[in-house]
């Protein structure tokens, strides 16, 4: 079917059956690392993804691609709220999918694509498959900062109902300001990083120590040569405006 008249679920499904034939699958099962097992697959549905819908824009392939890579390796659509900080809770009954950022539920722009897919990414979301579990009511502490309540149906055929409760907010990194010369020797370091510009020195990183030594000692030299010539012109300034000062109280005497 030509690219343009795909729709996405027929993308994602031509999508997935071109991944399972390309990929080593043996590699893949070697790697014990998540992350990695997710950029390799990333890395192979870019590759597909450049031969097939190569029109698409910038925007486009990369929500394509997030959202196949979560729907295969991850939760689904729940990774998306699930990265947004202003989601408090989330519901899920059957494929329908409730999310509260603020005071009341709304419906989720992402839900689940069906029934299928939502007793897939609970199994993931558990570990095991709901037969497993005795209890019709499952709760635990998830590492994404929410805690999880499943709920079974009372009989097999029912879908489960998921319930997710952010217990922290997400708070940002704290911003370490960049390191600040005092302004003394923020001088001196400019000074240097002249002189060096001067003698042909474009890259200090690359610069051998045996040509900036001397860089380094001359432009500290020139400029405590200078800072004491300007201590001393104040100095004088200040002795002169003294005997000014003296001179005029001495005449109004």
Not at 37 to 52: G, N, T
Not at 89 to 113: H, I, Q
Not at 135 to 145: A, D, K, L
Request: glycine fraction near 4%; proline fraction near 8%; include cysteine.
């Amino acid at each position: 079917m030509p690219p343009a008249q795909r729709s996405w679920m027929e993308l994602k499904d031509y999508l997935h059956a071109r991944l399972v034939s390309v990929i080593d699958l043996h590699m893949l099962a070697s790697l014990t690392d998540p992350a990695v097992v997710r950029h390799e697959v990333r890395l192979v549905v870019e590759r597909l993804l450049d031969v097939e819908e190569p029109l698409f824009n910038r925007v486009e392939r990369e929500t394509t691609i997030e959202a196949f890579v979560a729907d295969a390796l991850g939760f689904g659509p729940l990774e998306w709220l699930f990265d947004d900080d202003r989601v408090q809770e989330v519901r899920t009954d059957g494929p329908a999918t409730l999310v509260c950022r603020g005071a009341d539920f709304e419906p989720s722009c992402v839900p689940f694509r069906d029934e299928h897919q939502l007793r897939l990414i609970t199994r993931r979301l558990l570990g095991h498959d709901e037969t497993a579990f005795v209890s019709r009511v499952i709760e635990w502490e998830m590492p994404e900062n929410f805690w999880l309540t499943v709920r079974f149906g009372a009989t097999p055929w029912q879908p489960p109902a998921l319930h997710f409760r952010r217990l922290r907010p997400n708070v940002p990194p704290a911003v370490i300001p960049p390191p600040r010369l005092p302004p003394r020797e923020l001088r001196a370091f400019v000074r240097f990083v002249k002189a060096c510009h001067a003698a042909g020195i474009d890259d200090l990183l690359t610069a051998e120590e045996v040509t900036l030594r001397p860089l380094a000692e001359r432009t500290v030299d020139d400029f405590l040569a200078e800072e004491g010539q300007a201590r001393r012109g104040a100095r004088e300034d200040r002795g002169a405006a003294a005997e000014r000062g003296a001179a005029a109280v001495s005449r109004r005497a």
